[in-house]
T-cell receptor, first 115, second 111 residues
Framework: DAGITQSPRHKVTETGTPVTLRCHQT?????MYWYRQDPGHGLRLIHY???????DKGEVSDGYSVSRSKTEDFLLTLESATSSQTSVYFC??????????????FGPGTRLTVL | SQQGEEDPQALSIQEGENATMNCSYK?????LQWYRQNSGRGLVHLIL?????REKHSGRLRVTLDTSKKSSSLLITASRAADTASYFC???????????FGTGTRLTVIP
């Protein structure tokens, strides 16, 4: 795997609690992405970042926020977790030209269960 | 949604046979990419084909792109048990820096 780690790898939490997932890269790539993967839906983009402090919403951003204070770290926060946010979350990175011209490299995923 | 759709949703073949997966999408694109996902792992990039290309090869992979039909196909020749995985197409859109993934084709190669 390209130098991307996600933490935690597994988490079980209760409805209404805040949850933060971390993505860390050692590749110094400009673009970072958070996706969720659910059966029947494939991967759907939650938020992405095109630089430190520069972020934008994706297709399914409601209920999620992100922050990027350093090139290497991209945090995804579920402000008040709901059962519909039970999913597998993937972080991805790509180079300076963005995903139109560069492949994305994916992290190993975080399995989140909201009870 | 710009999300692509793969067809078939699932495919089961014998080792040594060829596997063909198709992807259809809705809007104009710059490029189309194919990814593979082994069970419980992240996606791995396989190949990128630009909108001005019609065919591209990489090892046992052959990708075609027909922008007039907004469709692409991925052919895996001489399949192996290790090719068992889910395969996803991903498209961008003009001016965007993110990808839209399809729902995937689950390929099973029987030894």
């Amino acid at each position: 795997d390209a130098g991307i780690t996600q933490s935690p790898r597994h988490k079980v939490t209760e409805t209404g609690t805040p949850v933060t997932l971390r993505c860390h890269q050692t590749e110094n790539h400009r673009y970072m992405y958070w996706y969720r993967q659910d059966p029947g839906h494939g991967l759907r983009l939650i938020h992405y970042s095109y630089g430190v402090k520069d972020t934008d919403k994706g297709e399914v951003s409601d209920g999620y926020s992100v922050s990027r204070s350093k090139t290497e770290d991209f945090l995804l926060t579920l402000e008040s977790a709901t059962s519909s946010q039970t999913s597998v979350y993937f972080c991805a990175i790509s180079g300076d030209s963005g995903s139109s011209y560069n492949e994305q490299f994916f992290g190993p995923g975080t399995r989140l269960t909201v009870l | 949604s710009q999300q692509g759709e793969e067809d078939p949703q699932a495919l089961s073949i014998q080792e040594g046979e060829n596997a063909t997966m198709n992807c259809s999408y809705k809007t104009s694109i710059n490029n189309l990419q194919w990814y593979r996902q082994n069970s419980g792992r992240g996606l791995v990039h396989l190949i990128l084909i630009r909108s001005n290309e019609r065919e591209k090869h990489s090892g046992r992979l052959r990708v075609t792109l027909d922008t007039s039909k907004k469709s692409s196909s991925l052919l895996i020749t001489a399949s192996r048990a290790a090719d068992t995985a889910s395969y996803f197409c991903a498209t961008d859109s003009t001016g965007a820096n993110n990808l839209f993934f399809g729902t995937g084709t689950r390929l099973t190669v029987i030894p």
